[in-house]
């Protein structure tokens, strides 16, 4: 098995390679595995979503799946697949997925995208889903027209916090809910982008910068003792939820490490990513995450495992870019 070079971390991927997971699970496994550099296990996550690419370009989707965008998460992992094996199929893959995501897939009347292919309803993981990889494959305009679609559509100016749901058709939300997990989509996605992204234009960079601070600074206010954050943020009620913090220290860290956030956010990244990891079983499970399969109720999830891998390696490239600077 690959090795993290972290013995938690081992456990954690171990036992997320024994989870059934669904297509963005699989793309973000991917991607973790890129970000700690593991390239060999990754080219056999890629060869693995593209054997389950649907007709239309969506990858790791099984028959049948309304997923519209989830898919999207696979395509830098199918990118370094062609890259690295100068493999034609990968390639192919690659050019259909975007060619889905840009073209074809549904959408509102100004693009912006729809999270599934059975209603016309916008989310907030959609901007994980596709930001990073539209910002990796130039096209950073576009990469920018979903942010600022679906922060017209979800983003509450009072609370500095995302609605998880809008509905296109009634005009208005449908989860409004401030749900955890999705703000900590938003700011990761846009975190990664900027990432995948470092030449693009300086305002725009510094725009969405910006952006990401704001909801993390607005997220923070809702953190407990535990430094984990209820299920729904703003809703003290709700359970207490580990997956949150996990995607909200990744943001931060990658911010540090890219030089966009202050040095500031390393202990804040950090922090959040050791309450999380107090919530790792002896089995490697990220416990109290919001739950597959439904995400309604604790438990524990393919996305949470693959987060806790996220945040350490952004916890190292931070770590690098502070002593380096």
Do not use: K
């Not at 009634?170 to 809910?177: A, F, I, K, N, V």
């Not at 693009?200 to 510094?206: E, S």
């Not at 969405?208 to 809702?222: I, K, P, S």
């Amino acid at each position: 098995m690959p090795t993290t070079g972290d013995a938690t971390a081992d456990r954690v991927l171990l036992a997320l390679l024994t989870m059934q997971r669904e297509s963005w699970e699989q793309g973000i496994l991917g991607q973790a595995l890129l970000d700690l550099g593991l390239d060999e296990a990754a080219v056999l996550v890629a060869d693995a979503v593209v054997t389950r690419q649907r007709p239309d370009g969506r990858l790791g989707e099984p028959a049948g799946s309304v997923g519209a965008v989830n898919g999207a998460a696979c395509g830098e992992v199918v990118r370094h697949a062609a890259r690295s094996t100068g493999g034609r199929r990968y390639a192919a893959a690659l050019d259909a997925q975007l060619d889905w995501l840009t073209r074809r897939a549904p959408r509102a009347a100004d693009g912006t995208l729809f999270h599934l292919l059975d209603g016309r309803q916008v989310w907030a993981d959609t901007v994980y889903m596709v930001v990073p990889l539209l910002a990796l494959t130039g096209r950073t305009e576009a990469a920018a027209a979903q942010v600022a679609g679906h922060r017209r559509r979800l983003y509450d100016t009072r609370t500095g916090l995302y609605a998880a749901r809008w509905d296109e058709d009634r005009g208005e939300l449908d989860r409004p809910g401030h749900w955890g997990t999705g703000n900590g989509w938003v700011v990761a996605g846009i975190a990664r982008a900027l990432r995948l992204a470092p030449d693009r234009p300086g305002d725009l960079r510094a725009e969405l910068a910006g952006h990401v601070e704001e909801v993390l600074t607005a997220c923070l206010a809702y953190r407990g003792a535990d430094g984990l954050f209820p299920d729904v943020l703003d809703e003290p009620g709700a359970f207490r939820e580990a997956n949150t913090a996990q995607l909200l220290g990744y943001a931060a860290l990658t911010g540090v490490a890219g030089g966009w956030l202050s040095r500031s956010w390393y202990d804040v990244g950090a922090d959040l990513l050791a309450a999380a990891a107090r919530r790792v079983d002896a089995y490697g499970r990220v416990t109290g995450v919001s739950g597959a399969p439904d995400f309604e109720r604790p438990g524990t999830s393919p996305e949470a495992q693959a987060c806790h891998l996220l945040g350490l390696a952004a916890l190292r490239r931070a770590g690098a870019a502070l002593s380096a600077g």
